[in-house]
């Protein structure tokens, strides 16, 4: 099963998403910043270097909030997700088109990548059936 990471990020009472580029598996929809891991890497080094990639930003990363696995009929991953701080630098979009300072209450009102759903619901505070 391969290792994902997300950053759930927070500033002024809201959290960072960003929409995959539509040209992007899973384009037009919104996730939790983040990717894989690559061999032998450490999930926080990880996380760390792909928002550093992904986004330009350097960070630290903070608390685990949980592992998530997801299966479907052509993937599995296990997305890891952290509390993580931006230390620095200035947000630019390489691998989203937009990315949103949402509050926390309105993330059910953005479509979700399938895998990040369950972080979704631990962020609103109610147990995501991953049936749906």
Do not use: C
């Not at 990315?99 to 962020?123: E, M, N, Q, S, Y």
């Amino acid at each position: 099963m391969q290792k994902v990471t997300a950053a759930v990020i927070e500033k002024d009472g809201a959290v960072l998403i960003a929409r995959r580029k539509k040209t992007d598996r899973f384009g037009g929809v919104w996730e939790f910043p983040g990717g894989k891991l690559e061999p032998g890497e450490i999930p926080e080094d990880g996380l760390r270097r792909e928002l550093k990639e992904e986004l330009g930003v350097e960070t630290s990363v903070g608390p685990f909030l949980g592992g998530f696995p997801y299966v479907s009929a052509h993937f599995a991953i296990e997305l890891l997700a952290f509390r993580v701080i931006i230390l620095g630098g200035e947000i630019v979009l390489n691998d989203h088109d937009e990315i949103r300072w949402v509050r926390t209450a309105d993330l059910g009102d953005f479509d979700f990548a399938k895998p990040d759903l369950p972080l979704v619901g631990l962020l609103l505070g109610r147990p995501f059936d991953q049936s749906q």
